[in-house]
C-alpha cells in the first residue's frame, strides 16, 4: 500500500531545514560634524474622553420595582447595589446609575427611557458630563 500523495509531500517538505530570511542591512547615521540642527519631537498625551454620569429622576408613578429590574437589566447591578441606587432617587430626586462615554450614556438614556415608555411609566433618564 502507497502513502497518500499529500502525505508523501509533507514528509518531503518537513525533512527539508527551513531557510533563514536574510539579514536587513544596518545603516550608520553619518558623524555630526557640528553644524546640524535638531529638533526635538515633544510626546503628546491625549486627553482622556470626557466622560458621562447616567442619572435617573425621581417621579410619583413609576414603581420601586421597575426602577430596580431597569438597573439591574441595563446597568448590571446585582439586586442590592439596584436597591441602594433605587432609594437614593428616590430619597434625593436623582441618582447616578452609572458612568460611561457619551455614545453609551446616550444609548443607555434611550435603553431607559423605551423601556419606560413600553411599560407605561413616566420615569425620566438623563446623562450630564461628569466635571
Do not use: W
Not at 518537513?14 to 553644524?35: E, L, Y
Not at 435603553?111 to 413616566?122: E, I, K, W
Amino acid at each position: 500500500m502507497q502513502p497518500h500523495p499529500r502525505v508523501a509531500r509533507m514528509k518531503i517538505m518537513a525533512t527539508k531545514p527551513p531557510s533563514s530570511p536574510p539579514a536587513p542591512a544596518v545603516h550608520r547615521p553619518a558623524p555630526d560634524d557640528g553644524g546640524s540642527v535638531v529638533l526635538e519631537r515633544r510626546a503628546q498625551k491625549a486627553k482622556p474622553p470626557q466622560m458621562y454620569q447616567v442619572l435617573m429622576l425621581n417621579d410619583d408613578y413609576t414603581p420601586m420595582e421597575f426602577v430596580i429590574v431597569v438597573l439591574q437589566e441595563f446597568f448590571s447591578k446585582d439586586r442590592e447595589t439596584a436597591t441602594q441606587i433605587m432609594l437614593k432617587i428616590h430619597l434625593d430626586g436623582k441618582g447616578v446609575c452609572g458612568v460611561y462615554s457619551r455614545d453609551i450614556a446616550a444609548t443607555k438614556v434611550d435603553q431607559v427611557l423605551d423601556a419606560a415608555h413600553q411599560a407605561g411609566h413616566p420615569l425620566q433618564c438623563i446623562s450630564e458630563p461628569v466635571e
